[in-house]
Structure formats: structure tokens, C-alpha cells
């Protein structure tokens, strides 16, 4: 049931960007602060950044900040958007038989709308709630 | 989001048995039907077996069968048993700094219990009340 990196790493960034509200944060702080691989988040700040999460500005002094408000970033969507897929089984991996009569599907997109749902309770904003407590956690290592 | 091989094998095990519950069933003939590898539905049958889904009976003439009534056996169950991991990040596979204070895993639990409670709609008796579609399309092997 896991979600893969991609989208982990996408919400860790959000979520910086959204507590660094007024900074030009750079993907090697990020990439610091969460030790993790630099040349990862780089795809993913760009495909972040493409669908309206954020901005970049290129160069010396540049750095990437939220493109709208944290409040606005659903936790839903971000997964919609960072999964390379949203399937549960994978049906058609070696064709089954009964793919076209089968209630298993039914059961199973049931219960990812209610995933989705679920996690559509929650924006970025919520997930900083606690701003006093995760900073220092992040500033292990500034620009 | 995607669930295991392992998982998706089980439930079509399960579904199998149920739809052919006086005879007694063959590894080879469900991996057939299937077309999926019969040392891996070996496996997957052993695991069942031995949490009490199904009995199997060695030797010539022998073969498995349902341990109790498909209206007892619940997806959510199945799922829950048979997936290796029931975590939807890997917090730790790099320790995060911030898994401690994260409200991320707080979304992602209610969001994993959200999906469990969806497929604990579901029996395996539910599953195949087409059974009059399913058979034919399970039927192209025989033992």
C-alpha cells in the first residue's frame, strides 16, 4: 500500500516551503534538512513546480517558494498528482481472466475514494500546525 | 498504492475455492486459469493454509478447499494478512527528521483505516455472486 518516494518527498518539500513562508528556500537546503538525495528532489521541485505548487527562480540569490497558500494544498491532490499510478491491483500486469466480470475492482476503487477522502481533510497548512515544534527539526543546516 | 502481487494472488485463490466449493482444487489448475507461476501460488497457498483460509489435502486425489464459509472471509482481512507492510510512507527508510512531530502520519492512518473499513464492506461471497460470469471465464483448464 505504500506510496512511493515521489510523493513523500513532495509533501517533505511542501511542507518546508509552507514553513519557510518568507525565504528563498534552495533544493540543496531541503535536500540537507531531510537527507535526502539532491538530484530526486531536483525532479520533483520541477514537477512541483510545473503543476502550480511552486516557483523557481533561477541563479544566484534565486530559490523556490509556495505558489499559493499552504491552505490551498490539499494533501489529496498532491498524491493524485505525484503517484505514477492510482490503481490498487494491477489487473492487466498478465491479462486475468475475469478483469471485465470482476467486483473486486468495484471493492477496491471504493476504498481508494475513501483513501483520497480522507487525506482530502488535510492542506499543507494543516500539517505545519505545529510550526513551533518541526523548525527546529529543519534548520539542522541553513543556506 | 498499489497492493502486492502476493495480495491480489490470495483474493483470486480465495475467489477460485469459493466458486468451486465441493471439488477439491488443484495449485496447478488456479495458475492456469490464471496464467500466473504455480511456484508462486505455492507460496501464497501454504501462507492461506496456514491462517486458517483454506485446507489442503497431499497426494493423488488431493487438492484444497475453502477452510470456512466466503461470507466469512472479509477483503479487508485478506488484505490486512497478506500484504507485507501496512505503512503508506516509509518514514524511517532514511530516518526523517521530523517523524516524531509529524501530522503526515496522523493523515495517512485515518486515510489507510478509511480504505480497510471500505473493504471490509466485502466478502468473498460478495465477490462472486456473478458467479454464472466468473465460471466460464475460470473454466478454460480443468484439472
Redesign the interface.
Known sequence: ???T?H??YS??VL?YLALHDSDKVTIAEVAR????SRNHLMKIVHRLGRLGYLNTQRGKGGGMSLAKPPESIN?SDVVQDM?P??????CN??????AG????KI??L??????????G??TIA?????KK??LP??E?FLA
Open positions: 500500500m505504500l506510496l518516494r510523493t513523500d509533501v517533505r511542507m534538512n531531510f537527507t535526502v494533501l503517484e499510478t492510482l490503481a490498487i491491483m494491477e500486469a498478465v491479462p486475468c481472466p475475469i466480470s470482476c467486483a473486486v471493492a477496491l471504493e476504498a481508494r475514494d475513501c483513501f483520497l477522502q480522507a487525506l481533510h488535510y494543516d500539517l505545519i500546525k505545529n515544534q518541526l527539526l529543519l539542522r
